[in-house]
């Protein structure tokens, strides 16, 4: 029968029936991430415009959703849930791209007048080219898939003219029909345009629903690479080994509230460029290190663990951590000091720097004076005597004593000594060059809830943190309202490199007290109270607190 239409779907239709479609092929790629380690496109869309987006704009950005997060209450958990706000952020980008996509593919059919019958071809061809691009930014970008290269190639594809192949047969159907004129009138079928769009949103709700309900199903019955639960506070009182903490003797209590001394590697903060980490396969890791020398060489992971090694206690911060925020953690760090590879591949004359790059393209540059000089610089395999989880730089990542994190990549894949100097990632993007620890203090808890009384007086304790990179904490100090300066008493710390707890017991008195600390590093030199915002060189500042006591304190004291 030969038909003609008569009337076709607008563009706008075409956006209402992307919205409609959108979360399917969402759910189908998830679904794909899960089960075999696919790529799901919406996160790759997302890296792929933050990493093209100038600095200023992804500080901002940033800036922002931290504010945002942190007025939801939800700063305790910050870069856990900065992480699922830029996915969430990454889903519903990559929505909008689908239905821009469905309006100007409808848009496109109407102004071309498609034939009833050629539809179907135009709308997969239109798949197929989407899927195209798709494809090539995936490979681009992706290093957390870890499916076959041609699999991943064959699943974008199918998903994207599959959605191709949905978005031809909607518009038909939503297309009015007449017979062409001198055929014998026939009776055309029509059918109702709204009933239609409703079974449609009915079978992608469907679609949606199976697809990351299985996922997610499939992801609890298979376990994810997520670091496994923490440990009790007592269990944190050893290493991964079970020995205990090096200042296990310090007769010292932190104040009730004061965050842990050392950190469960499943609580250390996280900070990745990518919305998911790099998968690396331990066992065929290869790791190039060359560049201008004599003896370049590629290691294995074994190959590395075979190298003489070193381990510290040591405290890592994001140069993004706000004062008093949670971007800090501290834990055990064990890896081959870098003076060995310099020994291994003997650089030649000129060589000025060492540029080191991670799987995911982050890369950093260290000053070949700095690797020669200071000896505590590693290349890092374990952390808390296990080796170190996917989000945090499996199999390898460098330690660059007094520097934020973010000199200091991880997932490392290359290894170049080059013979000038070079900025690294997060330097293109207008961040410090030398990112350099600034000394800061922070008041983790007044302890309102354990107060106690000694010779007739109620105290408080207080308490918190002090750190200043490698350059250690002399002295901590706190006020309240202002009054004089008084000096806390400092637990010994885990390492040289690692943050101090101190504590401070204050002589109770009622109503809304004021408290502030400052720190002094181990040269003696009083930290800044300028305030400066992270960027580009780390926050600074006094840190405050307000506490309200009241009488309610002091009952059952
Ligand atoms: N390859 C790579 N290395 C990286 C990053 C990254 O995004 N990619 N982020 C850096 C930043 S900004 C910080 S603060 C630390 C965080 O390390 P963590 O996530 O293990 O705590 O890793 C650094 N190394
Ligand atoms: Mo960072």
């Not at 002094?520 to 915002?533: A, F, M």
Request: charged fraction near 20%.
């Amino acid at each position: 029968m030969n038909l003609q239409i008569t009337s076709r779907p607008s563009w706008l239709v075409g956006l209402g029936v992307g919205a409609i479609v959108a979360p399917a092929l969402i759910a189908l790629f998830f679904l794909g991430e899960r089960i075999a380690g696919l790529p799901f496109l919406p996160f790759d869309v997302f890296d792929a415009i933050a990493r093209t987006l100038p600095g200023g704009v992804i500080t901002f950005g940033i800036d922002r959703m931290i504010d945002v997060l942190t007025l939801l209450g939800l700063g305790a958990n910050l870069d856990t849930a900065a992480k699922t706000a830029e996915h969430i952020i990454g889903i519903v980008t990559f929505a909008i791209l689908l239905i821009v996509l469905v309006g100007a593919l409808f848009g496109l059919l109407n102004r071309l007048n498609a034939p009833y019958k050629r539809v179907a071809l135009a709308s997969i061809v239109w798949g197929a080219m989407v899927g195209g691009l798709l494809v090539l930014l995936s490979l681009a970008i992706n290093r957390s898939a870890t499916a076959e290269i041609t699999l991943q190639i064959v699943w974008i594809l199918l998903l994207m003219v599959g959605w191709g192949m949905v978005l031809g047969n909607v518009y038909q159907a939503l297309c009015q029909l007449a017979p062409v004129e001198g055929v014998p009138k026939v009776k055309v079928e029509s059918i109702d345009r709204r009933q239609f769009l409703v079974r449609l949103g009915g079978a992608t709700a469907a679609v949606t629903v199976l697809g990351t309900g299985l996922a997610e199903f499939l992801n609890l019955t298979g376990g994810g690479d997520e670091p496994q639960s923490v440990g009790t506070p007592d269990e944190m009182l050893v290493d991964g080994k079970g020995n205990p903490m090096p200042n296990a003797n310090d007769p010292l209590q932190a104040a009730l509230g004061t965050r842990r001394e050392y950190t469960p590697v499943a609580e250390h903060y996280r900070i990745d460029i990518s919305s998911l980490p790099p998968s690396i396969d331990g066992d065929t890791y290869q790791l190039p290190i060359g560049g201008e020398v004599e003896n370049p060489v590629t290691l294995s992971l074994a190959d590395i663990r075979a190298l003489p090694s070193i381990e510290s206690f040591i405290t890592m911060s994001c140069i993004s951590n706000r004062i008093g925020g949670n971007l800090i953690s501290t834990t055990k760090w064990t890896g081959v000091p870098f003076k060995e590879i310099i020994n291994l591949v003997k650089p030649k004359e000129g060589v000025v720097s060492v540029m080191i790059t991670g799987a995911d393209e982050f890369d950093e540059f260290v000053s070949y004076d700095l690797l020669q000089s200071d000896e505590r610089i590693m290349l890092a395999y374990e952390w808390d005597d296990k080796p170190l989880a996917t989000r945090n730089g499996f199999p390898l990542r460098v330690h660059v004593p007094d520097r934020y994190g973010m000199k200091q990549p991880k997932w490392i894949t290359n290894i170049e000594f080059v013979t000038r100097k070079g900025e690294g990632y997060w330097v293109r993007r207008g961040w410090s060059e030398e990112a350099i620890v600034n000394s800061t203090s922070v008041i983790d808890t007044v302890a309102a809830d354990a107060v106690f009384k000694r010779g007739g007086q109620y105290f408080v304790p207080m308490g918190g943190i002090a750190w200043a990179g490698a350059k250690g904490i002399s002295k901590v100090e706190v006020r309240v309202n202002e009054g004089q300066w008084q000096e806390a008493r400092l637990r010994a710390p885990l390492s040289d490199r690692t943050w101090v707890i101190w504590r401070y017991d204050w002589a109770f008195a009622e109503g809304t007290q004021r408290v502030e600390v400052r720190c002094y590093n181990g040269e003696g030199e009083l930290q800044t109270d300028q305030v400066n915002s992270p960027r580009p060189d780390g926050a600074t500042g006094i840190h405050s607190k307000n506490a309200t006591l009241s009488a309610a304190n002091l009952e059952g004291v």
